[in-house]
């Protein structure tokens, strides 16, 4: 389905003089002027927040889960940017974008729950940056977001939610040829008709859909745009290398996943840091559902994250 398979498809990326011309080229899709000098001067940048997001990643692999979400959480960063850098050759002009920005309770109540933990979107610093400079979304600040409904836009915790919760977030498409088919059975947990289904639909994607003809258990399409930002809300399980659609409205349905990610891996590298006898006591003792969502979640992470920012580095090449 995609070209990822792991970090050898990096590779490319790490020779001056290809991503020199990797740079150009983004620089030149958007218009930029002196896109020739901002390549040269970014070429090697651009590589070593690779490199390092590289490294935190290799070392969260053996390092131990009460550091894990630090590690992960922070070569994420330096692989958002170096995508960011293929946008904005001028990052990072002021130090406001080198912020977080996003806020989470800084004392955790008692009986805390980590489902029901959340965040809060700032005015200014990395996440409203990479929001609106890699996927146009502006205004964001005052929203806030719950862990639980984070974990819940994963497609690779479904069957963890359905096992633990009794509930199902995403079903799976069916695929065959160049024809995508969604069971009809979706229009019971959206409380619509298949034609309010699809307009709704039309109103959440930015892909090219072109509905064919539908039958009694299936609605049939095709999409001109397999980019994975592109075809929201449908979402990509790496696990199953299969498509999948949320079984339930939210807004973060159409929040591409990367943000998804950022957010969770904040909080969790935040609690990790600060808040050590909670997050010592999980990891010991599991006393509920926290520990197997963070314990997978981290593990889909490690995997996933690498894979969401090659697809976004390579999404514009022919």
Avoid at 168 to 179: A, G, M, N, R, V
Avoid at 287 to 302: G, K, R
Wanted: aromatic content about 16%.
């Amino acid at each position: 389905m995609y070209n990822y398979t792991d970090w050898n498809a990096y590779l490319p990326f790490f020779s001056a003089s290809s991503t020199q011309v990797y740079l150009k080229n983004c620089y030149h899709q958007q218009k930029l002027e002196k896109a020739e000098q901002s390549s040269y001067e970014n070429s090697y940048p651009f590589i070593y927040y690779l490199e390092h997001g590289q490294i935190y990643y290799k070392q969260a692999q053996t390092a131990p889960l009460m550091i894990q979400p630090i590690l992960l959480f922070y070569g994420f960063i330096h692989l958002i940017k170096a995508c960011i850098l293929t946008i904005d050759p001028n990052y990072p002009e002021t130090t406001s974008v080198l912020a977080h920005g996003v806020s989470t309770r800084k004392r955790k109540k008692q009986q805390y729950h980590f489902f029901h933990d959340e965040v809060k979107f700032q005015k200014s610093g990395l996440f409203p940056y990479m929001a609106e400079r890699m996927f146009h979304m502006k205004h964001l600040e005052g929203e806030k977001a719950t862990m639980d409904e984070l974990l819940a836009q994963i497609p690779e915790l479904s069957h963890l939610f359905l096992k633990m919760e009794r509930k199902s977030t995403f079903i799976p498409l069916k695929k065959q040829e160049d024809t995508l088919s969604i069971p009809t059975s979706i229009l019971d947990n959206y409380h619509m008709t298949e034609a309010r289904f699809i307009e709704y639909w039309k109103t959440k994607t930015t892909a090219d859909i072109l509905f064919k003809e539908s039958n009694q258990d299936f609605i049939n399409f095709q999409i001109s745009n397999y980019q994975i930002d592109g075809l929201l809300p449908i979402k990509v399980s790496i696990d199953h290398n299969q498509y999948a659609f949320p079984l339930s409205k939210s807004i973060f349905n159409t929040y591409p996943e990367l943000l998804i990610h950022y957010l969770l891996l904040y909080n969790l590298s935040m609690i990790a840091r600060y808040e050590t006898e909670w997050w010592s006591e999980l990891i010991k003792m599991m006393p509920n559902h926290d520990y197997p969502f963070i314990q997978s979640f981290l593990n889909i992470t490690s995997r996933k994250g690498p894979f969401l920012i090659y697809e976004f580095l390579t999404k514009n090449q022919s």
